[in-house]
């Protein structure tokens, strides 16, 4: 399992094995989940996909395909 897939497996909260892991993560002082967040936003692949609109997405997507 690779980190990112347990990350989304921690954030699912339809997985219960996971629901200790959850309360620490969203605590106040729990800088983490932000620090993750700001290095993917700061990172220039982030730039470019955050940049894209899901409008934006889904128009390349549709032009992709024909």
């Known amino acids: 399992m690779s980190p990112f897939d347990l990350l989304i497996d921690i954030l699912d909260e ?3 094995e996971y629901s200790a ?3 620490k993560l ?3 002082n729990n800088k983490k ?3 993750i967040l700001d290095h ?3 990172a220039e692949a982030g730039k470019r996909i955050a940049a894209i609109t899901p409008s934006q997405q889904q128009k390349q997507q549709t032009e992709g395909t024909q």
């Open 40 to 42: 993917i936003a700061g």
């Open 21 to 23: 892991y959850r309360p």
């Open 14 to 16: 339809s997985k219960p």
């Open 26 to 28: 969203y605590e106040e």
């Open 33 to 35: 989940l932000d620090m």
